[in-house]
């Protein structure tokens, strides 16, 4: 495991542990150097008996914008066959260290989470998030298809027509709308995430962690089958998608907005 990721920052306050997506520059974009240190972190704290809860989220005024999707595309020695396969690894190995958690795994969403960093969080036990931020999954607008996990968590958490007009109808989800579905716990205004929210936080810190660890696995007992088939078939359907004209074409677009902005 990397002893200092790149664009991961990492702090240690009494049991609780905070990884912050580090990425300002790219509005916290996640490329694939960070998906594997997300996934060493989060089983790396797994394994730390000084850890008892976990809490992501991300710096400045953005939780994450999603995959960083040039420098996925940017390696020219390498196929687009070779670029997805090792993308669809780190991406299903990344998702498996979210819903292998054991412990306490909180998400402070303090901004816009677009794309696998909204389907990622939705896999945190607990939710807080900044009352202007939202959820956004563009993966029809790009012509790709759901992923981490979401075609299994959305249905469940917020019914099957909404979840259906975020994953199929690129719906942004705000705050407030996030909160009245049962999403996310409670809403903060920005300034209250250090005043408010951190030292609560800190207090789950010193909850008996057996105690979380067994109510966590009695929680989870009927579904883990179930993410570990949808994180597979959705990391075979975003094979099958990246493959398409009707994806490439999309993503250029994209790209080609993006770089005039």
């Known amino acids: 495991m990397s002893?200092?990721?790149?664009?991961?920052?990492?702090?240690?306050f009494g049991t609780v542990r905070r990884i912050t997506i580090n990425?300002?520059?790219?509005?916290?974009?996640?490329?694939?150097?960070?998906?594997?240190?997300l996934a060493d972190q989060l089983n790396a704290a797994d394994r730390d008996d000084g850890v008892h809860v976990v809490v992501l989220t991300g710096a400045g005024d953005f939780y994450s914008s999603g995959n960083d999707i040039r420098a996925l595309m940017a390696n020219p020695e390498q196929s687009v066959e070779q670029k997805m396969k090792r993308s669809n690894d780190h991406l299903s190995r990344m998702v498996r260290a979210f819903y292998s958690f054991g412990k306490l795994l909180?998400?402070?969403?303090?901004?816009?989470a677009i794309g696998i960093s909204a389907t990622t969080a939705m896999l945190c036990d607990v939710l807080y998030m900044e009352e202007r931020a939202y959820f956004y999954t563009p993966f029809t607008a790009l012509g790709l298809c759901a992923e981490g996990c979401s075609s299994y968590t959305f249905p469940r958490l917020m019914g099957r027509s909404k979840a259906a007009e975020m994953l199929l109808l690129n719906h942004r989800m705000t705050a407030p709308e996030a909160l009245r579905f049962n999403v996310v716990a409670e809403l903060y205004k920005q300034e209250e995430f250090e005043t408010k929210l951190w030292p609560r936080i800190l207090r789950y810190g010193e909850l008996p962690i057996?105690?979380?660890?067994?109510?966590?696995?009695?929680?989870?007992?009927?579904?883990?089958d179930d993410l570990e088939e949808a994180n597979k078939r959705e990391v075979e359907a975003l094979s099958k998608r990246w493959h398409t004209d009707e994806a490439m074409n999309a993503i250029i677009n994209f790209m080609s907005r993006k770089s005039k902005m």
């Open 210 to 224: 057996g105690s979380i660890r067994a109510s966590k696995q009695l929680m989870a007992r009927f579904e883990r």
């Open 106 to 112: 909180i998400g402070v969403i303090n901004g816009p």
């Open 3 to 12: 002893s200092k990721p790149a664009h991961l920052l990492i702090e240690q």
């Open 23 to 37: 990425n300002k520059r790219k509005k916290n974009a996640i490329n694939l150097t960070t998906y594997g240190d």
